[in-house]
């Protein structure tokens, strides 16, 4: 699949058939994630994988009320907890070196993109689930101080086709030179 064809047509998916994700494209997803760029080099991301039908259980309870992707993390055959080690994106010696502070956000959504690109290229599909109680999930997974769960990832073939929402004009985003000054000549 060309570049541009996927990221226009990835969907976020939170429902899944049963049929499995092979070891093989496992190993794919998390080339996906190793090869992403980050500040640095640093590759501040950790990512459990979780199979287990009652990991997995554990971890959609752990959701928001009525988070849409409880089903989907039930459902999918695979689910990535993509995490995050503090202290390192964004810091030369120690210190913080831009005003935005800790980098690993940033970084740690190139990876989670890089995945579920390439899970799209694969058939699979993902949603990005940012929505749960992070502390008891971080407790669960047993995670060491200086590392945190960022987001969950369930990944599996879809169940049905996601529609695209509508997306903003590139005249509402688009500015010339400095803000508030549009961008002429170009059409979205």
């Given at each position: 699949?060309?570049?541009?064809?996927?990221?226009?047509?990835?969907?976020?998916?939170?429902?899944?058939?049963?049929?499995?994700?092979?070891?093989?494209?496992?190993?794919?997803?998390?080339?996906?994630?190793?090869?992403?760029?980050?500040?640095?080099?640093?590759?501040?991301?950790?990512?459990?994988?979780?199979?287990?039908?009652?990991?997995?259980?554990?971890?959609?309870?752990?959701?928001?009320?009525?988070?849409?992707?409880?089903?989907?993390?039930?459902e999918a055959p695979v689910v990535f907890v993509i995490c995050a080690r503090r202290g390192l994106a964004g810091f030369k010696k120690g210190?913080?070196t831009t005003n935005k502070g800790d980098w690993f956000m940033f970084d740690i959504g190139i990876a989670a993109q890089n995945l579920c690109?390439?899970?799209?290229?694969?058939?699979?599909?993902?949603?990005?689930?940012?929505?749960?109680?992070?502390?008891?999930?971080?407790?669960?997974?047993?995670?060491?101080?200086?590392?945190?769960?960022?987001?969950?990832?369930?990944?599996?073939?879809?169940?049905?086709?996601?529609?695209?929402?509508?997306?903003?004009?590139?005249?509402?985003?688009?500015?010339?030179?400095?803000?508030?000054?549009?961008?002429?000549?170009?059409?979205?």
């Amino acid at each position: 699949m060309e570049t541009r064809d996927c990221l226009k047509s990835r969907r976020s998916i939170r429902r899944f058939t049963d049929q499995t994700v092979t070891d093989e494209m496992l190993l794919e997803l998390l080339e996906a994630v190793r090869w992403a760029p980050s500040w640095a080099n640093t590759q501040c991301w950790e990512l459990i994988i979780v199979r287990e039908p009652a990991s997995k259980q554990k971890l959609a309870d752990l959701l928001e009320e009525n988070n849409p992707a409880f089903k989907g993390v039930l459902e999918a055959p695979v689910v990535f907890v993509i995490c995050a080690r503090r202290g390192l994106a964004g810091f030369k010696k120690g210190e913080t070196t831009t005003n935005k502070g800790d980098w690993f956000m940033f970084d740690i959504g190139i990876a989670a993109q890089n995945l579920c690109l390439a899970a799209w290229d694969l058939g699979l599909g993902t949603v990005h689930v940012g929505n749960y109680d992070h502390a008891r999930v971080d407790e669960f997974l047993g995670l060491p101080a200086g590392v945190e769960s960022v987001e969950i990832i369930p990944a599996g073939f879809p169940a049905k086709e996601g529609k695209a929402p509508p997306r903003k004009p590139l005249d509402e985003f688009v500015f010339n030179e400095r803000y508030g000054q549009k961008l002429n000549g170009l059409n979205s």
